[in-house]
């Protein structure tokens, strides 16, 4: 994570967020570019989906630290894992990170295993 951006890189990131900023003082989500933390990622209107049952919904994605209900760990959500899930897999807004990375592999494989039990193994096992 500590490479350095190239000069190219560098101004795309900051078009991105530009673009992403000019859109929500568009839209009047946000009056002002300052209300965009340096750290966060503004979000992009067009490709969320909050509901309106998240009021007020938020203009920006930070990292966030949680704990997780597992394991109890310190954890953190990072903004650009954020930007992912809401904007490209469209969670609902009432969805967040409740598990750590380790917790959430042994979560997925207790599924996939209880399935597999109850017959339902896409490979035939
Ligand atoms: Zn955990």
Redesign the pocket.
Known sequence: MTRRKSKKEAEAATRFREQRIEKLMRLGWIKDASEIPASAIPVDPDLVSFGSEWSPHPVFFRDQTFL?Q??G?VCVWAAADQCWYYETTKAPSCKVAV??R??RRIERDRIREARRRAGHDPEGT
């Open positions: 997780c597992d394991c760990a598990r750590c380790e917790c």
